[in-house]
């Protein structure tokens, strides 16, 4: 398997403008994870997914941030308008089992709203 | 809410010294605890996951202990190597499958 898939790998946006993080999980994975990574705040739990339900989105930030999974190979972080102090890399990672498997994560999106 | 820490925030040492990362969380209801490795413009990958009831995990040169009574965890690496560098992460799972990362150690092994 290739692993998890992010794209794009960089995305420099304006703000205002609306931005859209793809990710492909591992094949059979039932588990998928969006995270957000910052100097200021370290790695966050942005939302969750198991079956390509969501199951905890407490971590989401604000209405301008979604999240989607039309099936079990594909989900979307989407955020709407962007501001700059979205900036930030965003993980997308997988697993099989979510109390005893181990995550797997993708090389992430480096985003930068100016 | 759970806080996870880890310090030192940046260790540097030479080839070959075996060294120990240290992680430590507030609230001892976890599930389990995973330390992950990142190097830069990289994504995370899995070193070890030591599930809630277990001591340790072992894994080649590296070793993780659990001490959920007291919070802590440790990364034990021996015999360092240069392609060692990189930042090392802990993770709390807690119920809820909430989860925590410390903000990591960055570990330079010097030639």
């Known amino acids: 398997d290739a692993g998890v898939i992010q794209s794009p790998r960089h995305e420099v946006t304006e703000m205002g403008q609306e931005v859209t993080l793809r990710c492909k999980p591992i094949s059979g994975h039932d588990y998928l994870f969006w995270y957000r990574q910052t100097m200021m705040r370290g790695l966050e739990l942005l939302i969750y997914f198991n079956n390509n339900v969501p199951i905890d989105d407490s971590g989401m930030p604000e209405d301008r941030f979604s999240a989607k999974m039309p099936n079990a190979s594909f989900s979307t972080l989407k955020i709407q308008p962007s501001e700059p102090r979205d900036s930030a890399v965003y993980f997308c990672?997988?697993?099989?089992?979510?109390?005893?498997?181990?995550?797997?994560f993708g090389p992430g999106t480096r985003l930068t709203v100016l | 809410k759970q806080e996870v820490t880890q310090i030192p925030a940046a260790l540097s040492v030479p080839e070959g010294e075996n060294l120990v990362l240290n992680c430590s969380f507030t609230?001892?209801?976890?599930?389990?605890l995973q330390w992950f490795r990142q190097d830069p413009g990289k994504g995370l990958t899995s070193l070890l996951l030591?599930?809630?009831?277990?001591r340790e995990q072992t894994s080649g040169r590296l070793n993780a202990s659990l001490d959920k009574s007291s919070g802590r965890s440790t990364l034990y690496i021996a015999a360092s190597q240069p392609g060692d560098s990189a930042t090392y992460l802990c993770?709390?799972?807690?119920?809820?499958?909430?989860?925590?990362f410390g903000t990591g150690t960055s570990l330079t092994v010097i030639p």
């Open positions: 609230d001892s209801a976890i599930y389990n």
């Open positions: 030591i599930q809630s009831s277990q």
């Open positions: 993770a709390v799972r807690r119920g809820g499958n909430q989860f925590y």
């Open positions: 990672a997988s697993s099989f089992e979510i109390s005893t498997d181990t995550q797997y």
